[in-house]
């Protein structure tokens, strides 16, 4: 099972950018890499997911290097709403792969005016 | 669309009692799950399914049943309800195809005294 190992909490300020980084040292060749965000009192949501190189959404971006053990999510201009749980997950997400997906406690994110 | 739908939202039980957690998805997917989150922690993955007939332990499947007799519903049942099963449940689907990320409810906060 990859495990992955990120950052407990960090804090921002309105409009800058936010990089949370992601450690995946035993990322497997059929692995992807997917970040979900949770607000309070919801369920997890999708927000980007990669191989390799660089992803980018309407809403961030994920960088991974070649040798894929790491990634970073980059939320550009970050605002009070930015304020949440974000999980990184590694895995095969094939059909029958998503029992072996662990969410961690992730990285809690607060944005301050 | 309805997308993933928990009921109820809220549950208190006394120790003992029995109860059953809807979960119902109108996305056609064949995967479906139940998580449970404790404060400031992760999700943990109780039971999950990969299509009707077919459900399968997860990391913490003590306590809890599950059943699949349709598509769109996966019922998470409480045989004997103990204040180590208080919770934030989670219920979770994906479509069968590579890779799709998992879609969450909202959730339903049981309290059991």
């Known amino acids: 099972l990859a495990k992955t190992t990120q950052p407990i909490s960090m804090d921002s300020y309105e409009g800058q950018e936010v990089n949370i980084t992601c450690s995946h040292n035993?990322?497997?060749?059929?692995?992807?890499i997917t970040w979900y965000q949770q607000f309070p009192s919801q369920g997890p949501r999708f927000i980007i997911q990669g191989y390799k190189t660089k992803v980018t959404n309407e809403v961030a971006s994920l960088f991974i290097p070649a040798d894929r053990k790491s990634s970073t999510l980059s939320l550009p201009r970050v605002s009070l709403s930015d304020t949440a749980v974000y999980y990184c997950?590694?895995?095969?997400?094939?059909?029958?792969?998503?029992?072996?997906?662990?969410f961690g406690a992730g990285t809690r994110l607060a944005v301050h005016p | 669309n309805a997308g993933v739908t928990q009921t109820p939202k809220f549950q208190v039980l006394k120790t003992g009692q029995s109860m059953t957690l809807q979960c119902a998805q109108d996305?056609?997917?064949?995967?479906m799950s139940w998580y449970r989150q404790d404060p400031g922690m992760g999700l943990r993955l109780i039971h999950y399914?990969?299509?009707?007939?077919?459900?399968d332990q997860g990391e913490v499947p003590n306590g809890y049943n599950v059943s699949r007799s349709t598509t769109e519903d996966f019922p998470l049942r409480l045989l004997s309800a103990a204040p180590s099963q208080t919770s934030v449940y989670f219920c979770?689907?994906?479509?069968?195809?590579?890779?799709?990320?998992?879609?969450f409810g909202n959730g339903t906060r049981l309290t059991v005294t």
């Open positions: 035993n990322i497997a060749t059929n692995d992807y």
């Open positions: 997950l590694v895995g095969d997400g094939l059909f029958g792969g998503y029992n072996k997906l662990i």
């Open positions: 399914s990969v299509g009707a007939g077919i459900t």
């Open positions: 996305m056609n997917h064949e995967y």
């Open positions: 979770a689907s994906s479509s069968s195809r590579g890779n799709s990320p998992l879609h």
